[in-house]
């Protein structure tokens, strides 16, 4: 009769079953067909912080303190209990934490920094508590990943800093994000003097310990304000960190050669901390001087990498 083509039965009838399969074609070309938001956690060396991320806006946040003489089944509850309102209202799980994650399994590099034992199975653990799929990676790695997306991904390569209760990094080099132990720059030695981890000499930690060392009672925020007022003690404290963290960007410079070196961190954006690095590498030729920025997404920049991260959009970015 010169039809094309007939459609018979509940193609006609039923419309949602047409509407369901272009969703169910557009999930294959593009991922997945869950566009629930994704449960973004941050487990770092002091506190915990957890958030419901839908694309890079949080919709909710919730923080928990990472108890100091906890375990890892123990700081996942405190974190469950605090977004169990949460539960359905996500369809995947993104974890950032702190110290070494490969395939799901976690480990401390710095027992310092916090006491994780060795091989636990952080993945499988999170994915029988929280009831949904688990992606997993270093703190540091994912806040790279995070400031990476927040520039646009205009920049070429970054290399992200979190100077916090340890240092943490991460390096997104031509777009790539680079994990495993890529990153750790808190573990090297040689802006330390080869003497001990660098950041058993800079991080929140020294500053708290040394401030203690020298007879003072400020908390590290004060140390801070000390400094910035001119008190000599708080002032060494604070410059002999930011001189060894100087050390540290130029020779990352020289490694990586990164469009910025990204600061974050409660120490590295702690006030005046940035301009006394920068006065530090003022010396050097400007083609060796590495540029410095302050974190876009601030504490935040964990939890929107890994949740991206989670939501399958960039896993393939991923050089493990
Ligand atoms: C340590 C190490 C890194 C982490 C960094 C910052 C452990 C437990 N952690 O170098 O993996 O990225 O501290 O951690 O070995 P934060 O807790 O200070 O953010």
């Not at 401030?211 to 604070?238: C, M, Q, S, Y």
């Amino acid at each position: 009769a010169g039809a094309f083509a007939v459609t018979v039965g509940s193609a006609i009838t039923r419309t949602e079953h047409t509407t369901a399969w272009f969703r169910d074609a557009l999930a294959d070309a593009y991922g997945t067909a869950d566009d629930r938001p994704v449960l973004a956690i941050d487990i770092g060396g002091t506190k915990s912080m957890a958030a419901l991320i839908s694309g890079r806006k949080v919709l909710e946040r919730t923080r928990v303190p990472t108890a100091a003489g906890g375990t890892p089944d123990g700081w996942l509850s405190a974190i469950h209990a605090a977004t169990c309102g949460w539960h359905g209202r996500y369809g995947a799980v993104g974890i950032a934490a702190t110290g070494l994650v490969e395939d799901g399994v976690w480990q401390a590099l710095n027992r310092a920094t916090l006491n994780i034992p060795d091989r636990y199975p952080l993945k499988d653990k999170a994915e029988a508590l929280f009831g949904a799929p688990v992606f997993a990676l270093n703190d540091a790695q994912a806040a790279a990943w995070g400031e990476y997306l927040a520039t646009g991904k205009t920049m070429g390569s970054i290399v992200f800093l979190t100077i916090s209760t340890g240092i943490g990094g991460g390096v997104v080099s031509k777009g790539t994000l680079m994990t495993g132990l890529a990153g750790h720059f808190g573990l090297t030695r040689s802006a330390s003097g080869g003497t001990a981890p660098l950041e058993d000499r800079v991080s929140g930690k020294f500053v708290a310990a040394e401030t203690a060392r020298l007879g003072h009672e400020e908390d590290t925020p004060a140390v801070f304000k000390a400094a910035a007022n001119g008190e000599a003690w708080a002032a060494d404290i604070v410059d002999g960190s930011a001189a060894k963290v100087a050390t540290l960007c130029a020779d990352i410079k020289l490694m990586f050669d990164p469009d910025a070196i990204v600061i974050g961190g409660g120490i590295g954006l702690a006030d005046g901390f940035l301009t006394r690095v920068s006065q530090h590498l003022a010396a050097l030729p400007p083609r060796l001087r590495p540029e410095l920025v302050a974190a876009r997404c601030g504490a935040e920049a964990g939890l929107i990498g890994v949740a991206d991260l989670a939501r399958g959009n960039n896993q393939d970015k991923c050089i493990i």
